[in-house]
């Protein structure tokens, strides 16, 4: 009961803050032609909103939004498989968590890797960091199916991974006609 109301509570400040928030009418279709390509389209526009720092942003201001918040969210994930994988008794399970640990290990690095690439401008390398990031996502989803722990984590990681693939490849493909 408890954890429903924060949810509410959490929704409804993130509602006030997005109407209260004004973006600049290019940052709005641009966040809105990138998230009507992702399944939850909410949860790619509160990442978005909540993590501009200015009125207007460019695709390449998104870009560095998806692909940092996708590396903050992965790391998270991977503490709480970490974390879940020591407090587990159950030695198949363990051994669950173990390849999903594995798994995420790879998209910490690689998203490690995509940050060092979208500094230094390569775009390239970026959208092929990013891009290896989709399948340890799914392979820990089918290891751990619905565990309770690791079905939302693993949905948003994913969200945060396809709204990374899409930003770097919308990036690199305006940085070939400049």
Do not use: W
């Not at 974390?83 to 173990?98: G, T």
């Amino acid at each position: 009961m408890g954890s429903h109301s924060f949810h509410y509570i959490f929704l409804l400040l993130v509602f006030i803050r997005t109407f209260n928030f004004s973006h600049g009418d290019e940052t709005s279709d641009l966040i809105n032609s990138i998230c009507k390509k992702i399944d939850d389209v909410a949860f790619c526009t509160l990442i978005f909103t909540q993590n501009l720092h200015q009125p207007t942003v460019d695709i390449k201001g998104l870009t560095q939004i998806s692909v940092s918040q996708s590396l903050i969210f992965s790391s998270d994930t991977l503490k709480f498989i970490i974390e879940s994988m020591d407090n587990e008794n159950n030695r198949k399970k363990k051994d669950l968590y173990n390849i999903c640990k594995t798994t995420y290990g790879v998209i910490v690095d690689e998203f490690e890797d995509a940050m060092l690439a979208f500094a230094s401008e390569d775009y390239r390398t970026l959208v092929f960091d990013v891009e290896r990031c989709d399948r340890p996502v799914s392979d820990c989803q089918k290891v751990l199916g619905r565990d309770r722990g690791m079905s939302m984590r693993n949905k948003r990681v994913k969200t945060l991974v396809k709204m990374s693939i899409i930003t770097a490849e919308m990036v690199a493909s305006e940085r070939r006609f400049l």
